[in-house]
């Protein structure tokens, strides 16, 4: 007996419990009354690691395995097995690696790109093999005895090879957990695919998870389908479009708010106060709730295009924010000026001499920091 992670981990004369191993998790269940949480191969023997007490070291215990999730690791892993030789067959394309997830399966092909086309050749001939029910064989050979099986990808391991076939269509090494017939594997489906550097990383599923998957779009198809009052087959160039008018709307909305701001900016100038030393210069310094930094940075820019000498503006709402721009050209610095007073918001920031912003995670009134910087600035009403 030993700890794993701060558990109990026991070993067994022999056991059923599946260690994780060649991308495939581990079973789960129930040993001498304890969960059985994790399994792991520790080389010379399997590690049951118990969430609880575990059994007393020589006593006999019974073990029985979560039957929901083996059964749904055979069905991934065999149609891995399917669907890998498929791409070979099909298009030519070798699997680099395999990963059984808790939610989805992904192999790893050797290609950099990879086409719809491809892909339902693939797919359809891993379903047409399922279909057939075909019988899943083992087999025990020497590793030095390997050639006359074929095998899908070369092994470089030695001593016995246990060897998982699907009848008269693909031979892999592998100590997995296998369906009987292909027919339970289940139907096959590739959700997605996206390349990963030179390889492309294809994301499917079988079984019940393809069944379920199935289901939840059926559910989400029909809910846009009433929404819309289409036919299922009408929801695409009706969503299509749809997109197409917000686009639309989206850009219309944003130049009429450029609008908008360019005259509230232009009104901020008009009330803004004299700076010394020049009787044109305007200081604009403004206070505003649930403005959103890109908001209040194109206000104070337009503020500066509408004349504006320097552009003071602050908003609080959720967070607090400060924006502070000039003219180009002017001895002030706008980035040392903010450095001075965000403090009284406790943020920070930076910035361009003649552009700096800053805020705070916290709902600060931001009227305290706009007086001291107009202070400092040497600014008067």
Same mark, same amino acid.
């Given at each position: 007996m030993t700890e794993v992670g701060g558990r109990s981990a026991v070993t067994l004369d022999?056991?059923?419990?599946?260690?994780t191993s060649g991308g495939q998790p581990h079973d789960t269940g129930v040993l001498g009354g304890a969960p059985v949480v994790d399994v792991v191969d520790a080389g010379d023997a399997v590690l049951h690691v118990l969430d609880g007490v575990p059994p007393a070291v020589g006593a006999a215990v019974a073990g029985r395995i979560d039957a929901d999730r083996r059964r749904d690791h055979t069905q991934q892993h065999t149609g891995q097995h399917a669907l890998s030789q498929a791409f070979e067959r099909a298009c030519s394309l070798r699997t680099v690696s395999f990963h059984l997830g808790a939610e989805y399966c992904t192999i790893d092909l050797d290609t950099p790109a990879l086409g719809s086309d491809a892909v339902r050749r693939a797919e359809r001939l891993a379903n047409e093999v399922v279909l057939e029910d075909r019988p899943i %064989?083992?087999?025990?050979?020497?590793?030095?005895? %390997?050639t006359r099986f074929g095998l899908r990808k070369v092994v470089e391991r030695s001593g016995e090879i246990r060897i998982v076939e699907i009848e008269h269509f693909d031979r892999s090494a592998c100590g997995g957990t296998h369906v009987q017939r292909t027919g339970q594997i289940g139907p096959i489906k590739v959700r997605r695919w996206e390349r990963r550097g030179n390889e492309t990383r294809v994301e499917f599923l079988c079984g019940w998870r393809? %069944?379920?998957?199935?289901?939840e779009r059926l559910d989400a198809t029909r809910a846009l389908a009433e929404r819309l009052g289409a036919r299922d087959a009408d929801l695409v160039p009706i969503l299509s479009r749809a997109l197409d008018e917000l686009d639309r709307l989206r850009d219309e909305n944003a130049a009429l708010r450029g609008r908008l701001l360019d005259a509230e900016a232009g009104k901020l100038v008009d009330a803004g106060t004299r700076l010394p030393g020049s009787p044109t210069a305007r200081l604009v310094v403004a206070a505003f709730e649930n403005r959103s930094p890109d908001e209040l940075k194109r206000l104070a820019s337009s503020a500066i295009e509408h004349g504006a000498a320097v552009a003071l503006l602050g908003s609080t709402g959720e967070r607090s924010h400060l924006v502070f721009a000039q003219q180009p050209g002017r001895s002030d610095d706008m980035n040392a000026l903010l450095r001075q007073v965000v403090r009284l918001i406790g943020g920070r920031g930076g910035g361009s001499r003649d552009l700096a912003q800053g805020g705070s995670a916290s709902p600060a009134p931001v009227s305290p920091a706009l007086d001291e910087a107009r202070r400092l600035l040497g600014g008067r009403d």
């Open positions: 022999r056991t059923a419990f599946y260690p %064989l083992v087999h025990f050979a020497d590793a030095s005895d %390997l393809t %069944l379920r998957d199935h289901a």
